[in-house]
């Protein structure tokens, strides 16, 4: 916490670069909790920290003599000098990321902290450190020093006519907006008189006011005995609360308690309880914060780039998608090889979500822990195509295998994948190799030749042919029938 305190007031130790001219990040690495104020007392530290630059040449000078700070006041400098720390935790240390996360939340997304984990060999740092930037800079605070007289609703309507005399009569019409950038200068000047008010731009009996009142700046003024945002109700009926309540709702109020009812219809308040917020609606039940919040930014439908809030619900724009408009529907994330989510899972919110009936997992669903290799489920295949024997006939050998890719080598290579070694039922030993290609399909290198024959002291290689056979006559023994050049793939026989 000292040392977040020292790099946020040290600006020319550091060597910041000015807050109107760049972002300024802090990258903290950790895998231990953090110290606060009045935890200095255990080392007989009682001094307050002042919140003072005492870092010369690269060294703290005070860390024997100066408290931690505490958190909110290191949130104030963070914030004041535009200091954004992104907290990186080591991903084994949970209960640390914990405590870091309520330090986040606590600071608030105005400080721009982020924190998340860190895998063990660093491996993910560039990509954490770009997320965390892509989360600060979707955010702006802006700060005004405007006096309480002033309303700040000007700053959206500048053009509106005021109503309010005491408006123009203000001594104070300029005020600043404070951002990180620099201050925005603003000054006001009330229209109190406009020129849609003069009788010559007046329109009495206004096809727009149902011929019961005059059209000044846009609205009705009604004539007497008629009420009605166009004039359309007598007076003595324009309230009629049960119009303007809903129907089959436990909400027994006009308007839901947030407008008023006038010949029939609600008239809602032009703004709700919290700041931003706009009351819409027939019955004035909706509401533009009533949407769900993107879980990563907290903004309403992921913020006005993604989507906006129509009575409750999302409506995404774009390639956004979701309940919140959080999830991407790209799927260049689920892509590896050219395969999407490796053939076993689909593609939700950029991320692979792997089928819960296949053993593979991982982010592209290709990782198969479970696996014992492929060698027995390619073994009948191998010994039909290529030997012409095993358990699968010559007639379905062409149909049960067609999607086999088989290629013959002389020697077995590590790259051609996994060495797999079975015997036949003449007892003769055969080896090949399989690897699996993007797309599933797969690749089965066979060895032509392997056996080796010792002939007048020098070692030469064969291939070899293997037969069984029954003796003749009265001889009823066995024999194994072998012979030496046989152009197929390799047999090691025993006599």
């Known amino acids: 916490m000292d040392a977040l305190m020292q790099i946020a007031v040290c600006g020319s130790e550091i060597g910041w670069v000015d807050k109107q001219s760049a972002r300024r990040l802090v990258i903290v690495i950790t895998d231990a909790n953090y110290h606060f104020a009045g935890d200095g007392l255990l080392g007989g530290v009682v001094m307050p920290n002042d919140g003072h630059c005492y870092t010369r040449t690269g060294k703290y000078m005070a860390s024997t003599t100066m408290d931690y700070p505490s958190p909110g006041f290191l949130k104030q400098k963070l914030i004041d000098e535009q200091v954004s720390p ?10 640390v990321y914990d405590q870091y996360k309520e330090l986040v939340n606590f600071f608030g997304k105005e ?4 924190a998340d984990l860190l895998s063990e060999d660093s491996s993910n740092i560039v990509q954490l450190i770009r997320e965390a930037y892509e989360t600060i800079a979707q955010t702006q605070t802006i700060r005004d020093n405007a006096p309480e007289v002033m309303e700040n609703k000007w700053i959206k309507d500048l053009c509106q006519c005021s109503d309010r005399t005491e408006d123009c009569n203000l001594k104070e019409k300029s005020f600043s907006l404070v951002t990180p ?9 009330f229209i109190c008189s406009c020129q849609c008010e003069k009788d010559e731009n007046t329109e009495d009996s206004s096809s727009d006011c149902s ?11 009604c004539d007497k005995d008629w009420a009605g945002r166009k004039c359309q109700c007598p007076e003595e009926s324009k309230l009629a609360p049960s119009k303007c309540i809903r129907d089959n709702s436990t909400d027994a109020e006009m308007c839901s308690g947030l407008g008023t009812c006038l010949c029939g219809d609600c008239q809602c308040k032009k703004t709700g309880l919290r700041p931003g917020e706009i009351i819409n609606g027939k019955y ?14 907290d903004l309403i439908c992921g913020g006005p780039d993604h989507g906006q809030c129509l009575c409750g619900n999302c409506s995404c724009s774009g390639n956004w998608t979701g309940p919140s408009c959080s999830c991407t529907k790209h799927t260049e994330g689920c892509m590896k090889d050219g395969v999407l989510c490796n053939g076993f899972g689909t593609c939700e919110c950029g991320n692979c979500v792997c ?9 592209y669903c290709d990782e198969c822990p479970s696996c014992a290799g492929k060698c027995s489920l390619n073994k009948d295949c191998v010994q039909c195509l290529v030997f012409k024997s095993g358990v699968i006939s010559s007639g379905d050998c062409k149909t049960r295998c067609k999607d086999f890719k088989i290629n013959e080598v002389d020697e077995l290579a590590p790259e051609m994948g996994e060495r797999c070694t079975f015997k036949d039922d003449d007892d003769c030993s055969f080896s090949f190799s399989y690897k699996e290609n993007p797309g599933k399909d797969v690749t089965i290198s066979v060895q032509r030749r392997e056996s080796l024959s ?12 293997c037969r069984r056979g029954t003796g003749r006559g009265s001889s009823p023994a066995p024999y194994l029938e ?7 793939p390799t047999r090691i026989c025993q006599v």
């Open 181 to 189: 950038f620099g201050n925005v200068d603003i000054n006001l000047d």
């Open 111 to 114: 400080s721009g902290a982020v």
């Open 86 to 95: 992104i907290f990186a935790i080591n991903k084994t240390k949970l209960h």
């Open 482 to 488: 072998i012979a030496r050049y046989y152009p197929g």
């Open 284 to 297: 004035c039940e909706c509401s533009n914060m009533d949407c769900p919040s993107d879980p990563d930014t």
């Open 454 to 465: 010792q002939r007048s002291g020098s070692t030469r290689r064969h291939s070899w042919r």
């Open 211 to 221: 011929g019961n009142g005059t059209l000044t700046c846009g609205q009705c003024k």
């Open 355 to 363: 089928n819960a009936s296949t053993v593979y997992r991982g982010k």
